[in-house]
């Protein structure tokens, strides 16, 4: 009888979390496929559903935008090889070559690991660590703003708060989303300035050398070309 056994062979550290995981099988691939065929356009959460969670060892763990990024690189890197091709025009004008070139991931992907941690403002200190609970965090911010969701994720992330010596730690989310909405903006302003420029980040960007003329044509990928080729 043929048995079939669930690993996760990878790891990928974000901070201080490690993401077991494996690459693509072909029930993933169907999986894809059905769904594109069902659907007209795809929200983030199909794919996230149809091409994250099967591959990873902790259904529930949380991932900001720049790492669940960096995730879906790293599977397709063990699922489909480290590079992709590209076919693009050389910006200089005495050239406009046509390039048709393969590009490795490593040369473009620049990830920058989340540094959250705790901040101290005035009176009160606090204390960030990881969200606890995905699935919730996707039902608090779905159909929700940018900034909605920023603030949504930023409070879930909340452990403690010191203030005025006195530890904070037992309250419930909507407790903590109220003391938020209460705070002087001089304050909250410092706190989202520090939440923001500490979170992981993750940019695109290559440099491709034209082979025929030599310039040196700088991309930034909104989106990777050719992601899931052969698909």
């Not at 050239?95 to 901040?119: A, G, L, R, Y």
Request: charged residues 35%; aromatic residues 12%.
């Amino acid at each position: 009888m043929l048995k079939t056994v669930e690993t996760f062979p990878y790891e990928l550290k974000f901070g201080k979390k490690t993401v077991k995981f494996r690459g693509w099988k072909t029930r993933d691939e169907k999986a894809y496929l059905i769904l594109t065929e069902s659907k007209e356009e795809l929200e983030d959460k199909d794919l996230y559903d149809t091409l994250v969670i099967p591959c990873i060892e902790n259904k529930t763990m949380y991932f900001t935008d720049a790492e669940l990024q960096m995730l879906i690189i790293e599977i397709r890197k063990k699922s489909l090889g480290e590079s992709f091709d590209v076919k693009y025009i050389c910006k200089n004008d005495k050239c406009k070559t046509v390039n048709d070139i393969q590009v490795q991931f490593d040369e473009i992907v620049d990830f920058k690991n989340d540094t959250v941690s705790n901040i101290k403002i005035d009176n009160m200190e606090i204390f960030f660590g990881e969200v606890k609970n995905q699935t919730l965090l996707q039902e608090r911010t779905k159909n929700k703003t940018n900034v909605e969701k920023l603030f949504i994720e930023m409070v879930m992330r909340i452990e403690k708060l010191i203030i005025d010596d006195t530890v904070e730690d037992t309250f419930t989310y909507d407790e903590i989303t109220e003391y938020i909405d209460d705070l002087d903006t001089k304050v909250f302003d410092k706190m989202i300035a520090y939440y923001t420029e500490n979170l992981s980040s993750i940019s695109l960007r290559g440099h491709l050398m034209c082979h025929r003329c030599g310039h040196d044509n700088e991309f930034i990928f909104d989106e990777i070309p050719n992601f899931l080729a052969g698909w």
